[in-house]
């Protein structure tokens, strides 16, 4: 099975701060993706990446930015933590082969910026 | 723009009344459509990847049909552990590899 982690289920920061949320996947996967996930608005993509060290700016990049310096790994920036960036993020990978290929989700982290 | 269209919001059953969930898209050129479960504080599970128009998955209680303009989520004698909001999606364009999602569907299955 796969098995995408990510590094905290729930997280809280303050304002201004700089947060990291860490992701892990085990299957090999090129394909690397960040989602935020607020009620009323679904699912939005925020940074993806296909290689180590290449990454594309999603629908809502900014406020953001990532790291993928290992295939198995792939981070999320918050460059200086604002109140608008709560919300539970999740990160998912899949297999480069096409965009047809189904998405692994990690179970989410719930981030609280106060 | 592509765009995925879920309906209901919100879908409450009892325990073994059969229902379908539907999912809308536009897109130019199906390139797969996905159905997610999502339980409450956890992420989306993948159920099923539908390719082309008449195709249909099957998974226990779970059956996924697709057409040129939409996908059916059939749910046959639905059991509370079935409660859960339930994700259909498309793959964006060639080039971002990465999945439109529709609001979901929320079923609440009574026992």
């Known amino acids: 099975d796969v098995k995408v982690t990510q590094s905290s289920r729930y997280l809280v920061k303050r304002t201004g701060e700089k947060v990291f949320l860490e992701c892990v996947q085990d299957m090999d996967h090129e394909n690397m993706f960040w989602y935020r996930q607020d009620p009323g608005l679904g699912l939005r993509l925020i940074y993806f990446?296909?290689?180590?060290?290449?990454?594309e700016k999603g629908d809502i990049p900014e406020g953001y930015s990532v790291s993928r310096e290992k295939k198995e790994r792939f981070s999320l920036i918050l460059e200086s933590a604002s109140t608008n960036q709560t919300s539970m993020y999740l990160c998912?990978?899949?297999?480069?082969?096409?965009?047809?290929?189904?998405?692994?989700f990690g179970d989410g982290t719930r981030l609280s910026i106060l | 723009e592509d765009q995925v269209t879920q309906s209901p919001e919100a879908l409450r059953l009892q325990e073994g009344e059969s229902s379908s969930l539907n999912c809308s898209y536009t897109v130019s050129g199906l390139r797969g459509l996905f159905w997610y479960r999502q339980d409450p504080g956890k992420g989306p599970e993948f159920l099923f990847t539908l390719y082309s128009a008449g195709e249909e998955k099957e998974k226990e209680r779970l059956k996924a049909t697709l057409t040129k303009k939409e996908s059916f989520l059939h749910i046959t004698a639905p059991k509370p552990e079935d409660s859960a909001t339930y994700l259909c999606?498309?793959?964006?364009?060639?080039?971002?590899?990465?999945?439109?999602f529709g609001s979901g569907t929320r079923l609440q299955v009574q026992p």
């Open positions: 999606a498309v793959p964006m364009d060639m080039g971002r590899r990465a999945l439109t």
């Open positions: 998912a990978s899949s297999f480069q082969q096409g965009s047809n290929q189904p998405q692994h």
């Open positions: 990446s296909y290689d180590v060290k290449m990454k």
